[in-house]
Nanobody
């Protein structure tokens, strides 16, 4: 049974930084792709970033390019999302997820964490 646990969310001012972590336990296959998604109240869950097993391939949603960085430490079974220059529109619950192959569609992901709240004040 795979479990994903996010941490690192909080309340910050616009322009600040946060680093989210996602610790994985259970059987994560070497081919698993890890992704970050977010969901604001009343909105659809949206793709943020994804990273392949080696960490050499990453992909970002346009609005976070240049501000967010996804990375992973396979020795620690942990994925990170470094978020810089945060904006109020980044406010959402952030989820990490695991999939067998890369995708920006949240429906293709098999395992999910419980989410961590990020709130950015103006």
């Amino acid at each position: 049974q795979v479990q994903l646990v996010e941490s690192g969310g909080g309340l910050v001012q616009a322009g600040s930084s946060l680093r989210l972590s996602c610790a994985a336990s259970g059987h994560i296959l070497s081919s698993d792709v890890m992704g970050w998604f977010r969901q604001a109240p009343g909105k659809e869950r949206e793709f943020v970033a994804t990273i392949n097993w080696s960490g050499r391939s990453t992909f970002y949603e346009d609005s976070v390019k240049g501000r967010f960085t996804i990375s992973r430490d396979n020795a620690k079974d942990t994925v990170y999302l470094q978020m810089n220059s945060l904006k109020p529109e980044d406010t959402a619950v952030y989820y990490c997820a695991a999939a067998r192959s890369g995708s920006t569609n949240w429906r293709n992901y098999d395992y999910w964490g419980q989410g961590t709240q990020v709130t950015v004040s103006s």
